[in-house]
């Protein structure tokens, strides 16, 4: 069964600071993979998805995330935090042949002034 | 362009009571899925749709009844509430169907149940 660990449950930067998210999966084939950001009293929004071809995929906000598929990870980055991205991070997977993703338990992101 | 709508938005429950949550998406998905949102656990899924007139048991049905009225509507019941079931309540849509596995979801706004 797919499963998927994002290891750090808070994350703190600093405003104008870089900033990567860690996700990892368990999953034989290659899976799909999503990230969604939740503001506080809202629903999960799509950041980015992975599908196939290159591995580096962009999404809104200026995130990006990369798919290693060595490290069965797919982590999430973006160059320079805003105050705004302040949120719960939540990564997903689906497996081929399924429409029923499995959620990560969700990192939420802290920035400082 | 309203997406996904979860009503009500907040609500509070003595033990026992019942009540639907109702949710709604315009964009013609064929799938539609409920979760609760407990502090630490991330989406926990409890019934989803995959299309129209049919349901299937999630992660954590126990306590959950469901309805897909028709494509636009999957409504979730609660018929004898605890106060284990107080928690945020998504609901979410995707275009996934046989053939198309890998469309995102779109979620609806939550909906806030405090179970007294």
């Known amino acids: 069964a797919q499963s998927v660990t994002q290891p750090d449950i808070h994350i703190t930067v600093s405003e104008g600071a870089s900033l990567e998210l860690r996700c990892n999966y368990s999953y034989g084939a290659t899976p799909y993979l999503f990230w969604y950001v939740q503001s506080p009293g809202q629903g999960l929004q799509l950041l980015l998805k992975y599908f196939s071809g290159d591995t580096l995929v962009q999404g809104i906000k200026g995130f990006e995330a990369e798919f290693k598929r060595s490290q069965s990870s797919f982590n999430l980055r973006k160059p320079s935090v805003h105050w705004s991205d302040a949120a719960e991070y939540f990564c997903?997977?689906?497996?081929?042949?399924?429409?029923?993703?499995?959620f990560g338990r969700g990192t939420s992101l802290i920035v400082h002034p | 362009n309203a997406g996904v709508t979860q009503t009500p938005k907040f609500q509070v429950l003595k033990t026992g009571q019942s009540m639907t949550l109702q949710c709604a998406q315009d964009m013609n998905h064929n799938s539609m899925y409920w979760y609760r949102q407990d502090p630490g656990m991330g989406l926990r899924l409890i019934y989803y749709?995959?299309?129209?007139?049919?349901?299937d048991k999630g992660e954590v049905p126990n306590g959950y009844n469901v309805s897909r009225l028709n494509k636009r509507e999957f409504s979730l019941r609660l018929e004898s509430a605890a106060p284990s079931q107080t928690s945020v309540y998504f609901c979410?849509?995707?275009?996934?169907?046989?053939?198309?596995?890998?469309?995102?979801?779109?979620f609806g706004d939550g909906t806030r149940l405090s179970i007294l």
């Open positions: 749709s995959a299309s129209e007139g049919t349901t």
């Open positions: 979410a849509s995707s275009e996934g169907r046989q053939g198309i596995w890998n469309q995102p979801q779109h």
């Open positions: 997903a997977v689906v497996e081929g042949g399924s429409y029923i993703p499995t």
